[in-house]
């Protein structure tokens, strides 16, 4: 068993979930594409540049991905972390087909409760799980509930963000911490089951993605 998805504390819980939450707002992020570029030079993780989106073909032929690492451009194999990218990217696309779950007056009333500044950590993950309250109703009835949850905690952070760019480090933060006190071991099951089918079979069929789970 990978030791950074044995559990749901720790180092390895906050590098996946930082992970999967940065790939998934890193998809269609034209609102708040220059915050999310600082954000992510600023994480202890690696994250995935957007010209570095599609793979590099090389001299001889063969394909090679390549990614940023703490200021560096390197070589990347399928990683875990990769696989945590792709994840990301693809739960993405799934969360474009429940855009329209969310009420614009929801967003407006989640950002305005993050610009409090009186309001703990705490207090703000409450708001977040009452804002998923509300749009429970809307999960697609044959998709998981741990998917639907997942899914929709990413893209209510995605569209706070767009509403208010400024608030971005702050819905990030929280965020990732709701999904490690709640959602943590989906995700963590889910990173290992789609690294044991190698990845590629389960992740490229994303109309299954969008019914039940991606393995």
Do not use: W
Not at 191 to 210: E, G, H, K, Q
Request: with cysteine; glycine share 4%.
């Amino acid at each position: 068993m990978d030791s950074e998805v044995s559990n749901g504390s720790g180092l390895g819980a906050e590098h996946i979930t930082n992970l999967l939450v940065f790939g998934f707002l890193r998809n269609n992020d034209r609102d708040f594409h220059q915050e999310l570029e600082v954000l992510g030079q600023e994480l202890p993780v690696q994250v995935y540049l957007e010209g570095d989106r599609e793979d590099e073909l090389q001299t001889d032929g063969s394909r090679a991905s390549r990614s940023f690492y703490h200021g560096r451009i390197e070589p990347d194999s399928e990683s875990q972390d990769e696989v945590i990218h792709n994840i990301a990217r693809h739960l993405a696309q799934a969360g474009d087909e429940l855009d329209h779950s969310i009420q614009p007056t929801l967003v407006r009333q989640l950002a305005a409760q993050f610009m409090n500044g009186s309001l703990s950590e705490e207090d703000k993950r409450n708001c977040l799980a009452k804002a998923l309250d509300e749009v429970k109703t809307s999960f697609p009835r044959d998709m998981e509930n741990d998917k639907a949850m997942l899914i929709m905690t990413m893209l209510l952070a995605k569209k706070v963000a767009s509403h208010a760019p400024s608030l971005l480090r702050d819905v990030f933060r929280t965020t990732v911490n709701f999904i490690n006190q709640n959602l943590f071991s989906y995700v963590r099951d889910l990173v290992r089951n789609v690294r044991m089918s190698d990845a590629s079979p389960c992740l490229l069929a994303y109309p299954i993605l969008t019914q039940q789970s991606l393995c």
